[in-house]
């Protein structure tokens, strides 16, 4: 079960966690230059998470962390990198909620079981974002169009497929429109997405809210609506599609640290104490602060049966809207 942890919740997790990692002999520490992958491009909000969790281990372990963004295959090329290295702690990296996407649309077999889940990183529901000047300042208005005019709009946000192409389609789908009414235009990422929507080449956005906050913030995009069922803290005005939508539609993607299957235990929960003891830091608490997210944590265990139901649960949407292969 998802925890939202303040310092004081986080830090009777770490309690716990501990006494587990006494149990598991958590042991291991790098001796050497870690590789942390992320397979989206850099300025994202996995690239950002990924970078300041490694950093902070970096300290911590006093090893190199060395981030490398691996993109390409519409998330297959980074994630397979994660998968096919050595399990022996020296290769890890930023395993998303593409992993429970992309082997239902066909682009690879890789699935959440080639992975060892080590600690949650953020949970991310999406948003939709439209430029300032756009002519829509309601979702309705929006949605109204696509119904009246289908595939007049484009949007953004990710690959074919992935977790942001599925909030649009998902949401359309379930309000009764076709996943196509809005036509996707695949990117690497948010940020190249964002990028795109600002200089006018697609009509909408729908990455992560925390990933638009800054852009919403300057006045350069506006936020229509949150797919989530509690306002976010630092832009509570923004509508909840929980709300607003008959179907009370929502969505949210997820950012984990995870290693190849098959890493020794005692890597594994070394990995997860010392993730543990970073996000209930304050400077962990401050960055997410910063990112307008909130701490969140699971164990090893919780974690594992996530993403499993997620696997679930997004194959029965990516089948709805007619991209299974």
């Known amino acids: 079960m998802l925890k939202k942890t303040s310092l004081v919740t986080a830090t009777a997790l770490i309690a716990g966690a501990g006494a587990a990692a006494a149990q598991d002999s958590c042991d291991w520490t790098p001796d050497r230059a870690v590789t942390y992958i992320v397979p989206w491009g850099a300025g994202g909000g996995t690239d950002a998470n990924s970078r300041k969790l490694a950093s902070m281990l970096e300290e911590k372990w006093g090893q190199p962390f060395n981030v490398v963004n691996r993109t390409g295959g519409n998330g297959v090329t980074g994630h397979s990198a994660i998968a096919r290295a050595d399990p022996d702690g020296y290769t890890v990296g930023s395993v998303t909620v593409e992993i429970n996407t992309m082997h239902w649309v066909g682009l690879t077999d890789l699935t959440y079981e080639d992975v060892t ?3 949650l ?3 991310v529901p999406a ?15 929006l949605l109204d169009h696509a119904r009246e005019n289908p595939g007049d709009l484009t949007a953004s946000g990710t ?5 942001w192409h599925l909030a649009l389609a998902g949401m359309l789908n379930a309000e009764g429109l076709e996943p196509d009414a809005i036509r996707w235009i695949p990117s690497q990422g948010a940020a190249p997405a964002l990028q795109e929507l600002i200089a006018g080449g697609v009509d909408v956005a729908t990455p992560a809210l925390s990933e638009g906050k800054g ?26 599609t929980a709300e607003t939508l008959d179907s009370g539609w929502t969505l949210a ?20 104490q010392a993730i543990d003891e970073i996000i209930a830091s304050d ?11 909130e701490v969140v944590s699971m164990s090893r265990d ?22 299974a292969q």
């Open 117 to 119: 889940p080590l600690a």
């Open 253 to 272: 993607a997820y950012i984990t640290t995870s290693g190849p299957a098959g890493m020794p235990d005692n890597v594994a929960c070394s990995y997860a």
């Open 121 to 123: 990183v953020d949970i």
């Open 159 to 163: 690959s074919q497929g992935g977790i």
């Open 215 to 240: 852009l919403v913030e300057a006045g350069d995009a506006r936020a229509l609506a949150y797919m989530h069922n509690e306002p976010m803290e630092a832009l509570p005005d923004v509508p909840l």
């Open 127 to 141: 948003s939709v974002l439209v430029a300032d000047d756009s002519q829509f300042d309601s979702l309705s208005g």
């Open 302 to 323: 919780e974690l594992s049966a996530y993403m499993a139901e997620k696997d679930e649960t997004l194959g029965e949407v990516i089948e709805a809207v007619g991209l």
């Open 283 to 293: 400077e962990w608490a401050e960055f997410k602060a910063s990112r307008g997210a």
